[in-house]
Each structure stands twice: as structure tokens, then as C-alpha cells.
């Protein structure tokens, strides 16, 4: 037995966890939170809790709160070596879910895991998170760095998100007013999201497509890294003028399985295939792989990440509001009554 190694002290750094890097990383941090904070943040990052102030605005104010992942999109950010938009995708999911029942986001914590925390890598990752609170209007207000030895593979991380919004009681969205004859609009995505990424690097695989190829104009590497959407601002802006009766998110079950989670059993939502053209991107995955159609709509967004449902009368003035916050706004069919078996989303 070697006695000068049993009795060397050991550290935590020994173990493969460098508090050091963990305090440069919050240091890194401070500044990109900083810019996203509210006047109602009393305390935010470098504490054991952060303090969030529900102001006057609201008279009955319901919290609104919701969490998700990047999922396996985060493979391809490490095979590309890109990490300043993952974090864009996490802040997304998120907002978006709670966006739906009339919230607006409040303020946002993420936690990042890694084997060995790269401080570089984690602080571009922080910045894609800061700059989605941004987009959304929401506080970084906290999270969590976690160094865990031999529980990830070298170079690669995890991530999650938590946002909590509030909502007036009486302003809800729960899909409840929802009639025969209203109608339904889409807001475009701005690519497949953070949902199919499974999908997507079997055909990168079986096919061999090199992600640094022309792809319209951009890498196809970076078409399918393009950050979700967040479409927060211009929604929360057209609540203040038309009525909105429903709102899906369109992300894992794609068009034909999100929809449904807003109609009463005895509706069905009719849409027209014709009313918008599937983006590039999905017509060269549903190529590549040979994918059925009902197999695209139900993995894929297809290009719609936002499904709204209003009056008819409302359609023109929610089209017009949308349309000047810079979305690209689509009628994509009407609300119809279900006929016994049919599914609750029809696409003809």
C-alpha cells in the first residue's frame, strides 16, 4: 500500500467538483439576470430563495406555473458546439405552456447539470435563458448549477425550466366558451421547436446529412437549432383588445393531440391543410424519412407553434393585432360538431 497516497488530503476538486468554476459561473450570471429583472424582484440570484412582489395589479390574482426541458435537441447543440440558443428553447416551453390560460410570465429558474461544468459553455447557456426571460418579459430570478461527476458524459448537460405567471381570476382562458362555428388561427414556428428532435437525428443518421450544408439560405445544423418561438408579447398584447376563447401550445403530440386539450369532448377542431404551407425544414424531414402525414402532424408543429380560438367576428381584429406585433398569423379552419368516433383534430 502506498501510505503518501492514503493519507493525502483530499477535496472536493479531487472528488471532480470545482467549487471555484461554480462561483465564476454566478459571477458570470449576475449581470445577464440583471437585465431581465421587474420592479417587483425584492431579491433574485446569490441568495437561498428568490423574493418575487405580487403587486396591485391584480384584484384576485391565480399563479400560473409550469416546467420543461430542451429534451434531445440538446445532442445536436453539442454536436455543433452551439450553446447560446438552448436556453432561448428552455425559457420557451415553458412561458408558452402557461401563455395559454391568459398568464402572464412573472419570473423564470433554471437548472443546469453537468459532469464537469465548463464555465464558458454554461455562461453562453445562461445567456440564451437571460435573453428568453427578455422576450417573454419575465425575471431570471434563480436556478441552480449542478456539478455531478460520472452522471453525464464529457461535454454534455441537462437542463430544465420553471416559470410562474399570474392571471386575473375572471380573465382565465380554459377553452370552456369554445362553439360550433368559431374560429381557429395559427401563429407560425419558427422551426421544429424542442419537439421530434428524437426523430430528427434518426434521419440525420440513417440519411448522413451534413449539418454544415445549404439549407435556404442557412446551415441545415442551424435551421434545426433555430430557438423556439416565444410568443408571450404579442399574445399577451392582443388579450388586452379581442376576446380570446382558447389557446394550445403546439409541442410534444403535435397539431393532432394538442388541440384537443382545449375543446369539450363534443367538439372536434376542422382544418384546412391548404390554409398554410408546411416550412422547408418538415418537407425535407418528411422526405427523408419516408413520414407519413399523420405521423408529421402528430410529432412535428408543421409550422404552426400557437393554435388560437376566437369568435368569427373576432378573426379580422386578433388577425390584424397579431399581424402588427410581427406574427404571421394563419386561418387555419373552424370548430365543428364532433360526429361519433371522429378525433377531436381533423386535418383535410
Known sequence: MNTSDSSRSLSYRDAGVDIDAGDALVENIKPLARRTLRPEVLAGIGGFGALFELTGKYREPVLVSGTDGVGTKLKLAFQMNRHDTVGIDLVAMSVNDILVQGAEPLFFLDYFACGKLDVATATEVVKGIARGCELAGCALIGGETAEMPGMYPPGEYDLAGFAVGAVEKSRIITGRDIAVGDTVLGLASSGPHSNGYALIRKLLQTTGADLAADFHGRSLGDTLLAPTRIYVKPVLALLDRVPV????????????????????????????????????????????????????????????????????????????????????????????????????????
Not at 277 to 297: D, K, S, T
Request: charged share 20%; hydrophobic share 45%; aromatic share 6%.
Open 245 to 348: 376563447k382558447g389557446m394550445a401550445h403546439i409541442t410534444g403530440g403535435g397539431l393532432l393531440e394538442n388541440i384537443p386539450r382545449i375543446l369539450a369532448s363534443s367538439l372536434t377542431a376542422v382544418l384546412d391543410r391548404d390554409a398554410w404551407r408546411m416550412p422547408p425544414i418538415f418537407q425535407w424531414l418528411q422526405a427523408a424519412g419516408n413520414v407519413e402525414q399523420r405521423e408529421m402532424y402528430r410529432t412535428f408543429n408543421c409550422g404552426i407553434g400557437m393554435v388560437l380560438v376566437v369568435a368569427p367576428q373576432d378573426a379580422p381584429a386578433a388577425r390584424r393585432v397579431l399581424e402588427e406585433a410581427g406574427e404571421t398569423v394563419f386561418e387555419l379552419g373552424r370548430i365543428a360538431a364532433r360526429k361519433p368516433g371522429e378525433p377531436q383534430t381533423v386535418i383535410q
